[in-house]
């Protein structure tokens, strides 16, 4: 009896031994760390995943939706407990939560929503509030004029939401006849020659711009660009988003008129925590009835709000926030 106990007592060590060593392995598939903003979030997102007990696979698909996929692949055989999105592809990246579900993965989309599957979570920024927010910003400084915008890739879900937000505030005054849109176009990638070569082609072709709508900080960069090559710096009022920055820089010198900061370290950490959660097959909603539709089902989601920064207030948002230092700034 003496014995049986012995080895009983024994398996029972390895046992709790086992459990203990048993972190929640966190998959996070990235669409691209190009931008500034993306590193942040990743380094964010690992630091809170690891002060948590577990541990994140981080892979960069380079803005390639079929690497994104095969990534996921990878990542399903390399035994993850969950998995994190930041979508190249809302469409393709619905057949990466699609295989997830075959082997019980659960997966959280992270900033950008994934349309058309039986999504888990869901977290980011209020995407059309951010760009009524950039709208409503430049409207009310130019209620009259030509504007110009400069959408985002309609592969990724928040381009057409910062549209619709755009133009929330905007049809009124495009009704009343204020406001002439003189250029409305999405573009393939969210990269400063994209916003370059449209404002660049604008105004070879002569056309007056009053105000520029940009999908995101590279869009506004490349837009910015166009425009110091045709001795306008300044003359243009001009809205991004992301808080990059190069975009900080361009607000202080008077070249940029304002950009939206998204909370990054309360989205990765948001994010994180409700990773380990459903790594763990634990609910991370703690009651919440907040969702949104993917076009198959109500997604539980968290939405935060983005913050305008502009030359007056640059100070007390970002630089205050140690999202970036002052130094960089006014160097």
């Known amino acids: 009896m003496k014995n049986i106990n012995l080895i009983f007592g024994f398996f029972m060590l390895i046992f709790l031994v086992s459990g203990c060593n048993n972190k929640p392995v966190i998959g996070l598939l990235m669409d691209t760390i190009e931008r500034e903003r993306w590193a942040k979030d990743r380094d964010l997102f690992v630091e809170k995943v690891e002060e948590l007990g577990g541990s994140v696979i981080v892979k960069v ?7 994104q996929f095969q990534q996921a692949l990878e990542l399903f055989n390399e035994g993850i407990d969950a998995l994190v999105i930041i979508p190249v592809d809302k469409t393709v990246a619905a057949g990466i939560v699609k295989t997830a579900k075959k082997t019980q993965i659960p997966v959280l989309a992270y900033d950008r929503l994934i ?37 985002g890739p309609t ?17 009124p005054l495009i009704d009343k006849g204020d406001i002439e849109i003189t250029s409305n176009s999405f573009v393939e990638e969210w990269e400063p020659e ?18 520029i709508i ?22 243009v009022l001009i809205a991004g988003q992301d808080a990059d920055i ?24 948001n994010a994180a925590a409700a990773a380990v959660k459903l790594a763990k097959g634990k609910d991370p909603t703690d ?16 939405l935060l709000e983005g913050q305008v920064v502009n030359k007056q207030n640059v100070r007390m948002t970002v630089i205050s926030e140690g999202f970036v230092a002052e130094q960089e700034v006014f160097e």
């Open 61 to 67: 698909a380079d803005s390639d939706a079929s690497v």
């Open 115 to 151: 349309w058309d599957c039986d999504l888990d979570f869901y977290i980011s920024t209020d995407n059309i509030q951010i760009g009524e927010k950039q709208a409503e910003y430049l409207a009310k400084a130019k209620p009259e004029g030509n504007y110009v915008l400069i959408g």
């Open 155 to 171: 592969k990724d879900n928040n381009s057409v939401q910062l549209y619709l937000g755009w133009m929330n505030v905007l049809q």
């Open 194 to 211: 994209q916003g370059y070569e449209i404002v660049k082609n604008l105004l070879e072709a002569g056309e007056q711009i009053d105000a």
């Open 214 to 235: 940009a999908g995101n900080d590279a869009l506004a960069s490349g837009a910015i660009q166009a425009l110091h090559e045709y001795d306008m710096d300044g003359e």
């Open 246 to 269: 190069n975009a900080i820089r361009n607000i202080v010198f008077g070249n940029q008129t304002i950009t939206v900061y998204k909370p990054l370290e309360s989205m990765a950490f």
């Open 287 to 302: 009651n919440m009835s907040f969702t949104v539709n993917n076009g198959h089902r109500l997604v539980p989601a968290i």
